[in-house]
């Protein structure tokens, strides 16, 4: 069904309209996409200063497409330039009859490029318009760990059959020539004669620590491999030392090991490579400055399980021909080496003609890595590394937490301005750190300082904004950072932690990336160079009036770190 009204913009605001919705917000795309709106269009005339809209949507519940916080704040935000219903920012729009239609017929299937897109948290498959790079669909279903023996482990089989169910829905509208891949870290698949040997073990187990004084007794040196000793199973080896003992029978038929991505791209096709950024991220299984497996690897007899190296977003192969008959995808689809989801978000900037830059790639972690940047500042006890790009070069980089920390610390009430000035003038803390896995306090318990104060909802929200943008401007500090910083992922819309953090940083600029696609936009580009994907750029702007505050805040907060956690 199509839907057509009109919106009534102010006199001379049609720029600041444009170069708003140039910016749209990432969640708010995802809502839109999530409530069914496709074929979006919005047209000016001069004239009237009319803005006439027309989408199509079957079955769309307005009131939830409304009552969404996102949607209300989007209103808020474009309510200064437009006219809003009296009771509300909720903009006047008036319906449009159909008066006329001509040859309608039904399109032909759009050509897109696939990113299957495994995050700890979610997996999504995101469709991009092969030549213009725009995100059109935003397929989305939550990440859960099976807990069931032998151990807590991927539910691969779960994934996979939604990874088919929805290509096999989505192969009905487009054409899918292309799919990339990207997922989180610290994961592997143990096979044998072509199938799991073992359930992938997920990284945060408890049980692995039953082993950890004996893996610290064989891991490399961190000046080999710049791996920080990590947590739970966070450093690969760790996992295959852990598997490896417990399950010896198991792990003796293992005659292959396939990182994260390259297992997907293992079903798809059939083929079995490895690819660095995946074995360079704090596996201690890589030494990023000479390129090439680490002493483990030989001492562990593992360097013989891995498959040949392939590129980064090289040709893996074509789809399996009885998978693309399955799920109606081409049988010449062809289908990318997949790469390490936070080095997806550096590909967009590889080829900047900056000598360094700093990238913030924010989801469950926030990872801070900086291209061409020194490795002379990583210190392992501050849980600092060096990634590998996707280009292969080594990374300085540093991490922490800041998603399921934000979560933890947040509510579902969103803060506003006078939130974050309230924690600022009181002096409530948040000390790290809220969640186990890694990042420069992962051996502290975080607390609050809460002055006796009983926060509400909102401001415990703040609390939480103001408490990621001190860890990010900390982390930044210890590091070999850039004067230009850059934004992305989810807090590149969190309009309270990028304004806390530019206000914090006079001496630096701050960007968000208003680029929708992300991680997956990374993955998309290096495997289809012909993409044209621009990531959209805003310069964050200080608050001058909240810096003096924000100061004397941020140095309390400094202090107290040095004296309770040093």
């Known amino acids: 069904m ?5 919106m009534y913009l102010n006199p001379g605001c049609e720029n600041e309209y444009k170069k708003r919705h140039d910016e749209l917000w990432p969640e708010l795309a995802e809502h839109l996409m999530q409530q069914g709106l496709e074929n979006y269009y919005i047209h000016f005339d001069q004239k009237t200063n009319c803005l006439f809209a027309s989408f199509d949507a079957d079955q769309l519940d307005t009131q939830a497409l409304a009552a969404h916080p996102v949607m209300q704040r989007w209103w808020e935000y474009m309510a200064d330039i437009m006219q809003t219903k009296a009771s509300s920012f909720e903009p006047v729009a008036d319906p449009l009859r159909e008066m006329f239609c001509f040859n309608l017929m039904t399109s032909e299937r759009k050509r897109v490029v696939a990113v ?11 469709l991009m318009d092969s030549q213009s790079g725009a995100l059109l669909h935003i397929a989305k279903t939550t990440n859960q760990v099976l807990d069931q023996p032998p151990y807590p482990h991927v539910n691969e089989a779960l ?6 169910t929805t290509f096999r829905e989505l192969s009905q509208q487009f054409e899918v020539n292309s799919i990339a891949i990207t997922t989180h870290g610290a994961t592997i698949a143990c096979l044998s004669e072509n199938k799991l ?16 004084e004996e893996y610290r007794q064989i891991r490399p040196l961190y000046s080999e491999t710049y791996s920080p000793h990590l947590p739970l199973g966070l450093n690969l080896g760790a996992q295959l030392y852990w598997l490896q003992n417990k399950y010896p029978d198991s792990f003796s038929m293992v005659d292959s090991l396939l990182l994260y991505p390259q297992y997907w791209g293992y079903k798809f096709t059939g083929v079995k490579v490895s690819e660095v950024t995946s074995l360079g991220c704090h596996t201690d299984l890589w030494n990023p400055t000479s390129c090439q497996y680490s002493s483990l690897c030989d001492e562990q007899n593992w360097h013989h399980l891995f498959p040949d190296l392939l590129e980064t977003g090289a040709k893996l192969g074509t789809i399996l021909p009885e998978l693309a008959e399955a799920l109606g995808l081409p049988l010449n689809c062809v289908i990318f080496n997949g790469i390490h989801d936070s080095n997806a978000s550096l590909v967009p900037y590889l080829g900047q003609p900056r000598e360094k830059l700093t990238v913030i790639s924010s989801g469950t972690w926030t990872v801070l890595a ?36 934000w979560e933890a610390l947040r509510t579902s009430h969103p803060a506003c301005s006078e939130d974050i000035s309230f924690i600022l003038e009181h002096g409530v ?3 790290p750190s809220f969640a186990e896995g890694g990042g420069p306090f992962k051996e502290r318990n975080g607390y609050i300082i809460d002055r006796d104060i009983e926060l509400t909802e909102e401001q415990r929200s703040a609390l939480a904004d103001i408490y990621v943008a001190l860890m990010t401007d900390y982390c930044l500090d210890e590091m070999d950072s850039s004067e230009t910083v850059i934004v992305e992922g989810a807090f590149s819309n969190n309009a309270h932690f990028l304004t806390l953090l530019a206000s914090m940083r006079v001496n630096n600029e701050i960007y968000a990336s208003r680029d929708v696609t992300g991680t997956s936009g990374g993955a998309a580009l290096l495997s289809n160079k012909g993409l044209k994907l621009k990531g959209r750029l805003s310069l964050v702007t200080q608050d001058v009036q909240l810096r003096p505050l924000l100061n004397l805040y941020r140095q309390q907060w400094r202090d107290l770190l040095k004296t309770k956690y040093h």
């Open 2 to 6: 199509r839907y057509a009204s009109v």
């Open 116 to 126: 299957l897109d495994i995050g700890k948290t979610n997996i999504k498959i995101c």
């Open 159 to 164: 994934i996979w059959q939604w990874i088919q």
């Open 429 to 431: 803390m948040a000390m």
């Open 370 to 405: 900086t291209i061409n940047g020194e490795l002379d500042s990583l210190c392992e006890k501050k849980d600092m590394l060096a990634n590998v790009d996707a280009f292969g070069r080594a990374t300085p980089t540093m991490r922490f937490m800041g998603g399921r920390e």
């Open 197 to 212: 040997a073992m359930p992938i073990l997920d990284y945060e187990y408890q049980a692995i620590e039953e082993l950890k």
